[in-house]
């Protein structure tokens, strides 16, 4: 069955634009989280949706927020963009939200 | 709160050798536990997980971990390194409610010297 795909595997923005990145879960999964990856900071987790509620958030600033579709494709909107924001973004899916995530291979954003 | 600590950032290996990736938690609660593999340009893969059944938990690609609550570990071992196992490795604690976030320890860089 197919994984999880992040959609578009590398964007590169201007300082103070915005972007959304889209994660598609596997099917049948309901929960889907958001990672971000720097090499400073490693792995933080930015937010969790199950059925369209956020269910959990990390402690990133406002400018970072997300949604979870009805078909529980996920995207996930950072305004303002700073230089810090450059990172790989990981979207994670799981059935239920419990333990069995699967990850995608991650958006690669570049704040130029 | 939960933290993930791994001790050293860059572990080198002869092919053949023994893989050992060290990994210590803090939990208040009982908690879920992982390691996962990122090879470059690439996510996590999950390698392996312990979720309170057996202590000895094995995964993928030969590599096992065995939880030990006395020591708040779990270490990652592999008996026999193949050049494929070069990677970054990392470890993570998650709780056990429904929707609980993993936290990610720092990562272990692997290399596999020939």
């Known amino acids: 069955k197919a994984g999880v795909t992040q959609t578009p595997r590398y964007l590169i923005k201007t300082r103070g634009q915005q972007v959304t990145l889209s994660c598609s879960p596997i099917s049948g999964h309901r929960s889907v989280s958001w990672y971000q990856q720097t090499p400073g900071q490693g792995l933080q987790f930015l937010f969790e949706?199950?059925?369209?509620?956020?269910?959990n958030k990390g402690n990133f600033p406002g400018r970072f927020s997300g949604r979870q579709f009805s078909n529980s494709r996920s995207e996930m909107n950072v305004s303002t963009l700073e230089l810090g924001d450059s990172a790989l973004y990981l979207c994670?899916?799981?059935?239920?939200?419990?333990?069995?995530?699967?990850f995608g291979s991650g958006t690669r954003l570049t704040v130029v | 709160a939960q933290s993930v600590t791994q001790l050293g950032s860059h572990v080198s290996v002869s092919e053949g050798a023994l893989v050992l990736l060290r990994c210590n938690y803090s939990?208040?609660?009982?908690?879920?536990l992982f390691w996962y593999v990122q090879y470059p340009n690439q996510g996590l893969q999950l390698l392996l997980k312990?979720?309170?059944?057996?202590?000895l938990v094995k995964g993928i690609n030969g590599f096992e971990a065995e939880f030990k609550k006395s020591e708040t570990s779990f270490h990652l071992t592999k008996p026999s390194a193949h050049m494929s196992d070069a990677a970054e490795y990392f470890c993570?604690?998650?709780?056990?409610?429904?929707?609980?976030?993993?936290?990610f320890g720092p990562g272990t860089r692997l290399s596999v010297l020939p």
């Open positions: 939990s208040s609660v009982p908690p879920y």
């Open positions: 993570a604690v998650s709780g056990r409610n429904y929707g609980q976030n993993f936290v």
């Open positions: 949706y199950f059925s369209e509620t956020q269910r």
């Open positions: 312990y979720t309170s059944a057996a202590t």
């Open positions: 994670a899916s799981s059935l239920d939200g419990l333990y069995g995530y699967t």
